[in-house]
């Protein structure tokens, strides 16, 4: 985090174990890094909250190297804001990182998001 900016009202943190405690409201998912979150419904809650809170609040998405999870986590949040499931990846990938959801089953996953 640049250590200037503003500090987050709210974390939704993408790790294989808890994070460490912050100053702010924060929500874990277990996200092994390279798949998908061991509760995808609670996945989808979490992110879904992380949505409507981003229209006034800080929120910060977060995993351990800022790309796969983060981006998958990103085009899901894509998703709930109107963006097609087919073209949510594409749409993270020119707009916050070209390497952004890396592996096909996180791709399926941000596809699927979008039907269900």
Do not use: K, N
């Amino acid at each position: 985090m640049d250590p200037g900016a503003p500090l987050p009202s709210y974390g939704v943190y993408l790790l294989g174990r808890r994070p460490p405690e912050v100053p702010w409201e924060a929500r874990w998912i277990r996200w092994p890094d390279f798949r998908l979150p061991s509760d995808r419904a609670a996945a989808r809650e979490v992110l879904a909250d992380a949505w409507e809170r981003a229209a006034g609040e800080r929120v910060e998405i977060a995993c351990g190297g800022g790309r796969g999870r983060t981006g998958t986590a990103l085009a899901c949040l894509a998703v709930l804001d109107g963006v097609p499931g087919e073209e949510a990846v594409a749409y993270v990938r020119r707009h916050y990182d070209r390497h952004a959801v890396e592996t096909p089953w996180q791709r399926r996953y941000v596809r699927r998001f979008g039907e269900g």
